[in-house]
């Protein structure tokens, strides 16, 4: 199987730009999740997605968004840059589905997009 | 709420030395335990996992134990190789809640021949 993939790798934008990042999950998975990964605040989640629909939430900002597609593929959105959005922004695929009485579910990372904001 | 607190290094260690990386938890409710392993340049890789109390995670030669008396899943390794060098997270998963992973800062292991 594939493994999970994000495009592109690596960014750049200016302040004040916005940016959207892209994940394709593990052919099967309809979980998608984001993190934000600095060397000040570490690992940080900011969002799941499953079955197109937003299924839990972090703690950033409004200017930090997503979606999900029919076929689980997600787009995140950063508008408005700040300098501190600079990251290695990850994704992470699982199977997360509903009912099957498990309570966790294995992630499987992408590579990451790499934000520099100037 | 939910937190992870690990060893924060940076660790060096000969080869073939033992290797413990300290991780301890606060969670609600049962959490899921894990160790991520973070190579120069890749995303994050499933080292290995424990989902209930007493549960032995293991994977190429590393192992931690679910210690819910002590809320610790400290990872072991009894001989590094320097193909360990990399960065090590401990992170915890809610029982009831979705995929939301809480990470610890990570802890940088050098191995040097």
């Known amino acids: 199987k594939a493994g999970v993939t994000q495009t592109p790798r690596y960014l750049i934008k200016t302040r004040g730009q916005q940016v959207t990042l892209s994940c394709s999950p593990i052919s099967g998975h309809r979980s998608v999740s984001w993190y934000q990964q600095t060397p000040g605040q570490g690992l940080q989640f900011l969002f799941e997605y499953f079955s197109e629909t937003q299924r839990n939430k972090g703690n950033f900002p409004g200017r930090f968004s997503g979606r999900q597609f029919s076929n689980s593929r997600s787009e995140m959105n950063v508008s408005t840059l700040e300098l501190g959005d600079s990251a290695l922004y990850l994704c992470a695929s699982s199977s997360g589905s509903l009912g099957s009485g498990r309570t966790s579910y294995e992630q499987y990372f992408g590579p990451g997009t790499r934000l520099t904001v100037t | 709420g939910n937190s992870v607190t690990q060893m924060e290094g940076p660790v060096t260690l000969s080869e073939e030395a033992f290797l413990t990386i300290n991780c301890t938890y606060t969670?609600?409710?049962?959490?899921?335990l894990f160790w991520y392993v973070q190579y120069p340049g890749e995303g994050l890789q499933l080292l290995l996992k424990a989902t209930k109390a007493d549960d032995k995670g293991s994977n190429k030669g590393f192992e931690a134990t679910y210690r819910k008396e002590t809320t610790s899943f400290h990872l072991e390794k009894g001989s590094v190789q320097v193909s360990d060098s990399a960065v090590y997270f401990c992170a915890l998963s809610e029982r009831t809640g979705a995929n939301n992973l809480f990470f610890g800062t990570g802890t940088r292991l050098t191995v040097i021949p």
């Open positions: 969670a609600t409710g049962y959490p899921s």
